[in-house]
């Protein structure tokens, strides 16, 4: 079989991977990108195992469609409910030499240097906290760890309807962050276990005190991704480098350029498809 070359694709449930997708090019601009995310369907936070797995797997497949020999699941719910299935039962039969990653097992890493407690917080969607993928995983590299979780779940729909700055937010944050205090006062690190959290950052910074360190994703993933390219040499070779990103999404092409304007800070060419 010949190996595929072409882009790395970037997919997550809707706009949050694009907090992700900015921090790995930012320290990775040689490689060619596409992002694909699934507005229509979105939010994958409150949906079920089963589903969460069968729309990811959709989506891979599309992105191995248009030639990527390497997908990121930019996305926590996805990361934690259809990575390991999508990696152990679908990519021998699919393609064995192409590879899925996700976005939970690089944070993880990180935490045992950042906190000195070993008590950390994690504020994520109902399905991340639910699915228990970050304190298996943080157990597996730090059993000295402790995690504790609370879901947030009114935090994406304040980002995606740009009501992130409003004053209406402030509740919201002050809440869950509050929520989070009470049940642990002994944390000293917390993850923001979903990718459009790190623009609520200014507001969830004002509520939460000054000696707790806030740990946004993206340059972890991208930190990781560019560690495991530098490890895998074919994989390297694989990933073509001209500097372009294409992006894609299942839903209004309108509504995506508003918001990759508000996430990126740019203007992006966007197009529409179909995932089944």
């Known amino acids: 079989m010949l190996s595929t070359t072409g882009p790395i694709g970037v997919f ?8 992700i997708l900015d ?16 507005n229509a369907r979105t ?3 409150t949906r079920s195992f089963e589903v969460v797995y069968e729309f990811t797997l959709q989506a891979v497949r599309k992105l191995f469609e248009l030639g990527c020999p390497l997908v990121i699941l930019a996305c926590n719910t996805a990361s934690a409910k259809a990575l390991r299935s999508i990696q152990q039962n679908d990519l021998p039969h699919i393609d064995p030499s192409r ?6 097992r690089p944070t993880a ?15 994520a969607t109902a399905g ?25 779940p009114l935090w994406v729909p304040l980002v995606e309807n740009n009501e992130f700055n409003s004053p209406g937010a402030d509740y919201f944050v002050h809440k869950y962050i509050d929520q989070l205090l009470e049940q642990d006062p002994e944390i000293d690190t917390i ?10 950052m200014d507001k969830i910074r004002q509520f939460t005190p000054s000696h707790i360190r806030l740990v946004a994703q993206g340059e972890y993933v991208a930190r990781s991704l560019k560690d495991y390219l530098s490890r895998h040499t074919d994989m390297r070779t694989r990933c073509t480098a001209g ?19 508000i996430f990126l800070h740019q203007q992006v060419h966007v197009r529409s498809i179909t995932l089944e």
């Open 43 to 45: 939010p994958y936070g």
């Open 23 to 38: 921090k790995i090019r930012e320290l990775l601009p040689q490689y060619d990108y596409i992002y694909l995310g699934d």
């Open 128 to 152: 991340t906290v639910k699915s228990q993928s970050y304190p298996l995983e943080v157990r597996k590299l730090y059993p000295d760890v402790q995690i504790t979780g609370v879901a947030c």
């Open 12 to 19: 997550d449930s809707g706009y949050g991977g694009l907090t």
């Open 243 to 261: 500097s372009s990103c294409e992006f894609l999404t299942t839903e209004s092409v309108e509504k995506f350029q508003e918001a990759a304007s």
């Open 191 to 200: 993850i923001l276990g979903c990718t459009h959290y790190p623009l609520l």
């Open 99 to 104: 590879r899925v990653l996700g976005v939970i």
């Open 109 to 123: 890493e990180c935490i045992g240097e950042l906190t000195v407690s070993r008590h950390v917080g994690l504020l």
